[in-house]
Structures are given as structure tokens and as C-alpha cells.
T-cell receptor
Framework: DVKVTQSSRYLVKRTGEKVFLECVQD?????MFWYRQDPGLGLRLIYF???????EKGDIPEGYSVSREKKERFSLILESASTNQTSMYLC????????????FGPGTRLTVT | QQQVKQSPQSLIVQKGGISIINCAYE??????FPWYQQFPGKGPALLIA?????SEKKEGRFTISFNKSAKQFSLHIMDSQPGDSATYFC???????????FGPGTSLSVIP
């Protein structure tokens, strides 16, 4: 069964802290994505990765960085958390082939106080 | 040009009724149009998808209607059930670039 897991379901951090969100997929997928989900705005792409050590900026990369050292693992890093980064963060992966189906993790609800 | 518009923002439908959610896009480079269903506490899951060379696709009670010239597509849920209550996202995908743009979502409530 296809699985994308995220390291935490809920996280509370203070302004200025460095925050790591981790995502692991067990499907040998090439592509991995980080989105944030906010009411009324849908899912917005932060970063994506086509391969190990490869990364591309999405639509809202400011304030975030990513790391992909292994194929199955994609980390999102908030260098200095701010209150406007309070959101639901979703990780997804795709094989990149003809099905184009994105498999999503359950999400991490991050609150920055 | 990258935006995907979705309406309505929320929808209440009686059990057994038809739920209709509409989306519109601007960029003609999009070539794959999926719909995702998201239940509270879960990540979105692919529900049904269509390519622009087809005007309609049906899977069970779910149908996508696609109007290429109008750059619009819609999801129809026939015989809506309380278990269909969820948030629905349309999306547009440029498969050559493997980048998806999501609509803002529609919260559907199906009442008994």
C-alpha cells in the first residue's frame, strides 16, 4: 500500500526557531513536493524535487528551504519561523509517469507563536 | 495565467441530490485536470482526472465535464451521500513540467 508519512501531525514553535518538517515515501517515487494549505487559498507549492539533491522553487519559497539527501526523504526547513508561517503543511510524491497521481501525507499542522 | 478559480467556496446538498463544483483556468498549457477529495485530518486523495482531449469522464457517481474552448471543467457528484462530505480541490497540471496548480477548494456538506 502506498504510503507518505510526515514526522509530526501537530507542531508548536516559537517565532525565530528553526523548524524541520520531514516527509518519507515508500513508493520509490522520483518527485516529491511540499505544499502549504490555508483556508480559501487551497494548496500552494513551496518547493519540489525531481531527484536526490535536486530542488526547484515553487510559488511561495520565501522563508523556506528544502533538503533531499535520499530518494525517499524530503525535508522542509523554516530557517527562522514567523507567525505568518502558521499553516497546514502537506508533503506529496509522484512517480512522474503517465498516471500523474500525487500521493499526499496526512499533513503537519504548524503553529508559530 | 497560473491561477485556477473554483466555485462555490462551500456547498450544502441534500442526500440524493447532485453536487456540482466548477473550475476555470487560463493557461492553455495545462494538459491534465485532476480532482482531489480531502477529509478532515487527512491529506488530499485523487478522486478522478481528465485530459483535455476528452469532454467527459465518469467513474461511478463522479463525473468530470470538460469544456476546452471555455477553459472550464466541473465535477458532478450524483446521488450525493453524507460520506461525500469533504473538501474538493480541482487542479490543473502541466505534465511536461510536473507542476500542479490547485484551486482554493470547495467544502461540501451532504445533509440527510
Amino acid at each position: 500500500d502506498v504510503k507518505v508519512t510526515q514526522s509530526s501531525r501537530y507542531l508548536v514553535k516559537r517565532t525565530g526557531e528553526k523548524v524541520f518538517l520531514e516527509c518519507v515515501q515508500d513508493m520509490d517515487h522520483e518527485n516529491m513536493f511540499w505544499y502549504r494549505q490555508d483556508p480559501g487559498l487551497g494548496l500552494r507549492l513551496i518547493y519540489f524535487s525531481y531527484d536526490v539533491k535536486m530542488k526547484e522553487k515553487g510559488d511561495i519559497p520565501e522563508g523556506y528551504s528544502v533538503s533531499r539527501e535520499k530518494k525517499e526523504r524530503f525535508s522542509l526547513i523554516l530557517e527562522s519561523a514567523s507567525t505568518n508561517q502558521t499553516s497546514m503543511y502537506l508533503c506529496a510524491s509522484t512517480w512522474g509517469g503517465p498516471t500523474y497521481e500525487q500521493y499526499f501525507g496526512p499533513g503537519t499542522r504548524l503553529t508559530v507563536t | 495565467q497560473q491561477q485556477v478559480k473554483q466555485s462555490p467556496q462551500s456547498l450544502i446538498v441534500q442526500k440524493g441530490g447532485i453536487s456540482i463544483i466548477n473550475c476555470a483556468y487560463e493557461n492553455t498549457a495545462f494538459d491534465y485536470f485532476p480532482w482531489y477529495q480531502q477529509f478532515p485530518g487527512k491529506g488530499p486523495a485523487l478522486l478522478i482526472a481528465i485530459r483535455p482531449d476528452v469532454s467527459e469522464k465518469k467513474e461511478g457517481r463522479f463525473t468530470i465535464s470538460f469544456n476546452k474552448s471555455a477553459k472550464q471543467f466541473s465535477l458532478h457528484i450524483m446521488d450525493s451521500q453524507p460520506g461525500d462530505s469533504a473538501t474538493y480541490f480541482c487542479a490543473a497540471w502541466k505534465t511536461s513540467y510536473d507542476k500542479v496548480i490547485f484551486g482554493p477548494g470547495t467544502s461540501l456538506s451532504v445533509i440527510p
